[in-house]
């Protein structure tokens, strides 16, 4: 009975000086998890924003597959004045589409033909990265080169 008192003296006492981590080791553990992050921080973020430009060029070209729609249907495009909002309401596409920033897609009419365009992640005309602008026009060039 009394070999038993002892062995459960030495279990607790072992379990009590094993059973917390040092402020030191917390700290080599978050700065390890800081490291991790920041290297996948830097690798992902860039990728993200190249998603969002495919996106949008991907939106444009849907939008003008929906204005080729339109044409065979109504025989003309729409005019500036009534812009992407005839395509809603003629059912080619079900809502008016916002770029991968959230503004509304610009449409205008130049020499016949329908041009689509975003002014990037500023919303602002011009720009360089993924302030440039993108438009139908770039898009068919891109495919045209492919």
Do not use: C
């Not at 998890?33 to 991907?58: D, F, N, S, Y």
Request: proline share 5%; aromatic share 6%; no cysteine.
């Amino acid at each position: 009975m009394n070999r038993f008192k002892h062995f459960r003296k030495t279990v607790r006492r072992g379990t009590r000086s094993e059973a917390g981590m040092t402020l030191i080791e917390i700290m080599v553990v978050i700065t390890i998890l800081g490291l991790i992050a920041a290297a996948v921080g830097v690798a992902v973020v860039p990728q993200l924003q190249k998603a969002k430009v495919e996106r949008a060029k991907m939106d444009i070209k849907n939008v003008e597959n929906a204005l080729q729609l339109y044409y065979t249907q109504v025989g003309k495009y729409p005019d500036t004045g009534e812009g992407l909002g005839a395509l809603v309401a003629g059912k080619q596409l079900p809502s008016l589409p916002k770029d991968p920033w959230g503004n509304a897609y610009i449409y205008v009419m130049e020499n016949g033909k329908p041009v689509v365009s975003t002014y990037g992640e500023d919303g602002a005309p011009g720009g360089e990265g993924n302030d440039a602008d993108l438009s139908n026009k770039d898009v068919d060039a891109a495919d045209a080169t492919k």
